[in-house]
């Protein structure tokens, strides 16, 4: 998939996982219990990421407004910790280096490249988003795997640029992907080539256009 998006001429920035603990083990095979998720980019037209953002808007990943809330008050870390890493003869010489506290960011920990739903609870803070509900997806939604709301919104707030943005999804089917980004409040486009599921896509967003639909990225109770 990443070799066609080259082949295209995209630029691969990422490959984030997807955690999914709950799905059944086949015959001779390893308990599936990741997707991969390839994140491309179109290259930037200017000289730089920032110049490209100062002109289009677009170009970097949302991080600030995204950042995981820490559960309890802000931690402190010690700093130059890479530069305390050592081996062998090094270990001496990291022993004298200066370090001192440092709090971290109050916003929250800075999202990671693992998402998905952990069996430990003390784990939910870091990562997040089960596989799609019977009410998440819809009574009448015959699309064989959709994907759950929760992750397309924790996708579409990192890389779709803050304020009047639309997401595009040129594979709609049910609609996932457009109801996390009219639940995240951006404008949407959804191609797809099978009539019913653009039925039942179409069906979906007319339903999430009129509802108030709060995210739910956060919520880390039973």
Same mark, same amino acid.
């Given at each position: ?94 022993? *004298? ?36 509900? *019977? ?88």
């Amino acid at each position: 998939m990443a070799t066609y998006m080259e082949d295209g001429g995209f630029i691969i920035r990422d490959m984030l996982t997807w955690i999914v603990t709950t799905k059944m083990a086949k015959a001779n095979k390893l308990k599936p219990a990741h997707e991969p998720i390839a994140v491309a980019q179109k290259p930037i037209s200017e000289r730089t990421i920032r110049e490209n953002i100062e002109r289009w808007g677009t170009g970097t990943v949302c991080i600030e407004g995204n950042r995981i809330p820490w559960n309890t008050k802000t931690p402190t870390y010690v700093s130059g910790g890479h530069q305390r890493r050592a081996f062998g003869g090094e270990v001496e010489k990291s022993k *004298r280096q200066t370090t001192h506290k440092v709090n971290a960011d109050p916003n929250g920990r800075y999202p990671s490249n693992v998402v998905g739903l952990f069996d430990l609870y003390e784990h939910q803070k870091y990562f997040f988003a089960p596989r799609v509900s *019977r009410k998440d997806r819809g009574e009448d939604n015959s699309h064989p795997t959709p994907k759950p709301v929760s992750l397309m919104e924790w996708l579409v707030r990192i890389y779709t640029p803050e304020g009047k943005s639309c997401v595009l999804d040129p594979y709609c089917g049910s609609g996932s992907t457009g109801v996390a980004a009219l639940s995240c409040g951006f404008d949407f486009h959804g191609l797809e080539l099978s009539e019913d599921y653009c039925k039942i896509a179409e069906h979906r967003l007319t339903v999430a256009e009129h509802a108030e639909l709060p995210t739910n990225l956060f919520d880390y109770g039973p």
